[in-house]
């Protein structure tokens, strides 16, 4: 007895290190999977229909064309390093720092074949535009006819914002944040919908997104960026 215990004991021990080192795998594995699927989530913004890479641009590094009937091509245009305007004078600061709103007029513009990039608007509203007056602006200077600023939730749902980008005509939006609470900004901040591929996700241009970074300009779904809404403006003309 004593001999076969002595040799079942190495057997005991291996199928327990096996059982041991099978739990860990599992786990490991699970683990992975979690990781690379919201690794998956986050990082699916990065490329996909529409956006295209472009080099040696002075403020863009891509562009976004959408699809079927009334197709536009939108300039990515950003404020921040990137871009030789990001240190110039701007509300105070610069427009790295606040040029956000005056960056998104810049991106619904090229869309609508009007060459105006974040420089351009800068000089011409210096020191600030009042964003109040934007509606104004992109109506009587511009010739877009726009919604004006919307403050009421439902032009912030899914549905109504869908529904609008199925005809390809954006919508500004501006972001605020409370008590620090925002995916996107520790303050306000504007930024374009472009487009929606019908089934739950949307195009968003961010005027402050790096290339290949969490918030860069690209497909999400519609719950990473509604509940940050505070007002939107919806581009009427085709």
């Known amino acids: 007895m004593k001999?076969?215990?002595k040799k079942s004991r190495p057997i005991l021990k291996l199928i327990v290190l096996f059982l041991i080192i099978y739990g860990v795998f599992n786990i490991f594995n699970k683990f992975s999977f979690y990781y690379t699927t919201v690794a998956q989530n986050q990082n699916s913004n990065y490329s996909g229909t529409g956006q295209e890479t472009v080099k040696n641009k002075d403020g863009y590094f891509t562009t976004f064309t959408t699809e079927n009937t009334h197709k536009k091509t939108y300039i990515e245009y950003k404020q921040n390093w990137t871009s030789s305007w990001a240190n110039n004078e701007y509300w105070g600061g610069t427009m790295e720092e606040n040029g956000c709103g005056i960056t998104s007029l810049s991106i619904i513009l090229s869309g609508y074949d009007k060459n105006y990039t974040p420089e351009n608007l800068r000089t011409k509203y210096f020191p600030v535009?009042?964003?109040e007056n934007l509606p104004k602006e992109l109506s009587n200077t511009f010739n877009i006819e726009n919604s004006g600023f919307l403050y009421a939730n439902v032009y912030f749902s899914k549905n109504k914002l869908?529904?609008?980008?199925?005809?390809n005509r954006p919508v500004l939006i501006c972001l605020w944040s409370e008590n620090g609470n925002n995916r996107w900004t520790s303050k306000s901040h504007y930024m374009v919908l472009l487009a929606t591929d019908g089934n739950g996700k949307v195009y968003v241009s961010n005027p402050?997104?790096?290339e290949n970074s969490i918030n860069s300009s690209g497909w999400y779904d519609f719950d990473y960026v509604t509940p940050y809404i505070a007002k939107a403006l919806y581009i009427e003309k085709y």
Request: hydrophobic share 25%; charged share 25%.
């Open 3 to 5: 001999k076969h215990k």
């Open 129 to 131: 535009l009042n964003y």
């Open 162 to 167: 869908e529904e609008h980008l199925l005809t």
């Open 208 to 210: 402050n997104g790096l």
